[in-house]
């Protein structure tokens, strides 16, 4: 089990691209100054052994030891040892929509990754409870059984995408059958499902299964993903946005939040309805409802003695400065005789 008990540090490797920026400014500039003090061809012959591929795989390798620096900070640690312990408290199963429409932008940066964030503040604020992700979107699969491993949870969550279901649509009520089958048989722990979506439900009956859900003791939260205006949804191709989704009439698509469904769904399975718009959604009442909820003891196998592992991504920091330095600067002479040569031959 690898965990980064400073997962904070990682922010800073924001200031990447920063770098990069102002690295490629700083050759522009000195490009433009030396071309105005003499031509290319005279710059070459006062400097014929100075690389510019060098130079920049130099600051390549620069680059790198300050990322593996930054994860240093973080100090990843290694679990060496599962111990199983005593828990109390429920089980959450979390429904999340991943069909195209949750790329909708009507909520920034789009529906689909305020979702995750949303989930990963629920992770935060379980503490105890077993865990169980389901994915739907013209189907459904379980992405993550029952597990009290918060980190499992969250990596998860970052690896959430459109692209994980083929079937497109929204099956809320598929969604909701294969969550009851991810809970424990356990009738003594109580059961809880968030669904996460934008409500536009077009594949099957999900007022139906709700009622199912509540019949076995399964209380039922909705969060609405969107607002009631909507927005166009971005045709991707290839991580690149082309476009708008249009229908056959060639009209752009849009993706509105059905909020009166999902208040319904929240009030036939006995839970509560969160809607997400433009600003910060409130997840307090749904998260104080699930704390206050009768707890169970379980046994949950853990990782415990984590050994730091920092002093290991720092050495390869190092080794990678010292390859920085070892590097000169100066052009490969053999490489250059040849290129000479191949010239004089060609002339």
């Known amino acids: 089990m690898l965990k980064l008990e400073h997962e904070i540090y990682l922010y800073i490797l924001f200031a990447v691209p920063l770098l990069v920026l102002f690295y490629l400014l700083y050759r522009a500039r000195r490009k433009k100054l030396l071309t105005q003090f003499a031509s290319r061809k005279a710059i070459e012959r006062l400097a014929p052994n100075v690389s510019t591929t060098k130079n920049s795989f130099k600051f390549i390798l620069l680059l790198i030891a300050f990322s593996v620096m930054v994860v240093g900070l973080a100090n990843p640690?290694?679990?060496?040892?599962?111990k199983e312990v005593k828990r109390e408290g429920v089980e959450v199963v979390i429904a999340v929509d991943v069909s195209n429409s949750m790329l909708a932008e009507d909520?920034?940066?789009?529906?689909l990754e305020r979702a995750k964030s949303a989930i990963k503040r629920l992770i935060d604020d379980l503490k105890q409870d077993k865990i169980s992700i389901v994915l739907f979107a013209g189907d459904s699969f379980l992405q993550l059984p029952l597990t009290t491993d918060y980190s499992a949870a969250k990596l998860m969550v970052s690896t959430m995408s459109t692209n994980l279901i083929d079937k497109q649509g929204t099956a809320i009520g598929s969604a909701i059958e294969l969550g009851l089958k991810s809970f424990s048989e356990d009738e003594k722990v109580n059961k809880v499902m968030i669904i996460i979506t934008d409500g536009e439900n077009h594949e099957?009956?999900?007022?139906?299964?709700?009622?199912?859900?509540?019949?076995?003791?399964v209380i039922i939260?909705?969060?609405?993903?969107g607002s009631v205006n909507g927005g166009p949804i971005p045709n991707i191709v290839n991580g690149t946005v082309r476009g708008y989704i249009k229908d056959n009439s060639g009209t752009t698509v849009i993706s509105k939040l059905n909020a009166n469904m999902l208040k319904e769904l929240a009030t036939i399975g006995g839970?509560?309805?969160?809607?997400?718009s433009g600003g910060d959604f409130n997840l307090g009442d749904l998260i104080e409802d699930i704390s206050n909820m009768d707890k169970t003891e379980f046994e949950a196998?853990?990782?415990?003695?984590?050994?730091?592992?920092?002093?290991?991504?720092f050495m390869f920091a190092v080794l990678i400065l010292i390859l920085e330095l070892l590097i000169s600067e100066r052009k490969n002479k053999?490489?250059?005789?040849?290129?000479?040569v191949g010239e004089e031959k060609n002339e």
């Open 77 to 82: 640690q290694i679990g060496t040892k599962m």
């Open 301 to 313: 196998k853990i990782f415990t003695d984590f050994e730091d592992r920092f002093q290991y991504v």
């Open 107 to 111: 909520i920034r940066p789009n529906r």
């Open 334 to 340: 053999t490489f250059t005789l040849k290129k000479i």
């Open 271 to 276: 839970g509560n309805f969160v809607r997400a």
């Open 221 to 225: 939260h909705t969060i609405g993903m």
């Open 204 to 217: 099957d009956d999900a007022l139906s299964a709700a009622k199912e859900a509540k019949e076995k003791g």
